[in-house]
């Protein structure tokens, strides 16, 4: 039995899948309904298992780059795979990654790839806690850097706290040295603390540019204190521009973390620094860290045809198409009544709805994007643009991804979509 449809497939899916989903933001749990199930892409676009076509702007979080199936990325893959998929072996692939990845960010000598941003960002706190002997974390409230433990914390509003679990199962001594402070206010660091993580650019809460200040601001103290900053570049790495947010802030980190884009859609983290920091990572050094299909020949392959196709025009286009976009995406919204503001930095576009009348403020860090969020606005509007053939993140906090497949026509198309159906979520609102 084969079901060709939506319901069926996802009704299937609950029978095998704990919620129907490998990663629960595709679940639809928070704009309601039953999430379509995906058949194949192609360049800007997905195809249901029903046979529908829309205009995808998930573009899976920002792994894709590129568009859907591009030709060349196909290309590298099947090539690959004609020669054997995983090895626990050094391979060419490896070294061509490491060696793109080491040329675009400015002062980031040597990576260890790893098979997700989540592995990515666990090993680099490790990383950091073994080369200075310290005990204790800094991250940003709303910064998402992956679900290892340590990094699953929440913290109390406004002021620094001591991180409680962010999830069931992690026990509070795991969580007990990540101290969550709130983006965007440079926190006062002791001795005690080993790194300070942050989202350059945070778009996993909704898109929060740093403020003037803030990044170098975490330099200073980092500096002060003794303890190491860490870029977490999964989504701004390769995206914002060959040299990820680092080169676009003008701040060097001592450490990275990467994902998403330098996988090419298939699975890959990478994490890296100075020589001089990663020799204390095994065979080198005492912090071990290790993975069987790390570095794997398909997704290096993907990667490296990714990073070698995107040039500085490339990272141009996009950057000048997702400002049409958003100008575009703003005037829609608010001309049919639907306050929203939309906010870019370079390709990466925030979507923030309130409900009819005046635009939420930018926001300059979570407490600002709840508040937002809390008007059910964004909800409304998903559902409006996926019945139009739109699909926008099926969540508020994730930001939108236009990539190179997205031409000025087609998302000149989305933006008169999204007038329409702001209007109709205008019209029927409660
Ligand atoms: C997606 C993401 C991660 C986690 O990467 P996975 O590949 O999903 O494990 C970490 N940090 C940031 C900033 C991310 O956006």
Redesign the pocket.
Known sequence: MCPEDNAAWFARALEVIPGGVD?PVRSFASVGGTPFTVARGEGPYVVDVEGRRYVDLVQS???VLLGHAHPEVVRAVADAAASGSSFGMPTRGEVVLAEDICARVPGCERVRLT???????MSVLRLARGVTGRPRVVKFDG?????ADA?LAGGGSGVATLGLPGSAGVPPGAVADTLVVPYNQVPELDDSVACVIV?PV???MSLVPPAPGFLAGLRAACDRAGALLVF?????GFRLGPGGATEWSGVTPDLW?F??VI?GGL???AFGGRAELTAALAPNGPVYQAGTLSGNPLATAAGHAVLTRVDREAYGQLTARAARFAAGLGQALNGAGLGATVATVGPLVGLLVGGPGEPPGPATNLEEVRAAVASGGYRALFHAMLRRGVVLPPGPYEVLFPGLAHDDRLLDQVVEVAAAAAAEVVAGWP
């Open positions: 990663s979080y920002g792994a098979s997700s941003g989540t592995e990515a960002a910064c998402y850097h992956g679900h990094l989202e945070a778009a996993n977490d570049e999964v989504i701004t973390c994902g998403k996988g699975p890959v983290g």
